[in-house]
């Protein structure tokens, strides 16, 4: 589905940055989220953010890997924990699909 055309100043509002999980587990309770423990670096320290991929992927799957995270979207609370920013995925028809970034990559980089 295309999407409305946005202004390149919204755009800009969004900052995505690359983050290394540090930890992962799921969240007790519920069938799709799991809570990564990610690296953000210097600006945004480390944060926990939730992704419902639970039923595509298991929690190590993401353990030690960088990832383009959105690391200014607002926190949101899920099954009694909150989210402080969001994975990018791949949406396939078949499953979302994690895109690893380079592991030589600092934390902390913006991704434009």
Known sequence: MKKE????PDFQ???IRVGEVKDANLIEGSKKLIRLVV???E???VVDIL????????PQNFIGNKYAFLA??????????VSNGMILVADTP????IIPLDNNLKTGTVIR
């Open 94 to 97: 078949e499953k979302p699909v």
């Open 39 to 41: 690296d953000l670096g």
């Open 72 to 81: 200014n979207l607002e926190p949101k609370k899920m099954a009694g924990a």
């Open 5 to 8: 055309p946005v202004i390149f």
């Open 43 to 45: 600006d945004y320290g």
């Open 13 to 15: 509002k969004l900052d």
């Open 51 to 58: 992704a419902g991929l639970a039923e595509y992927y298991q």
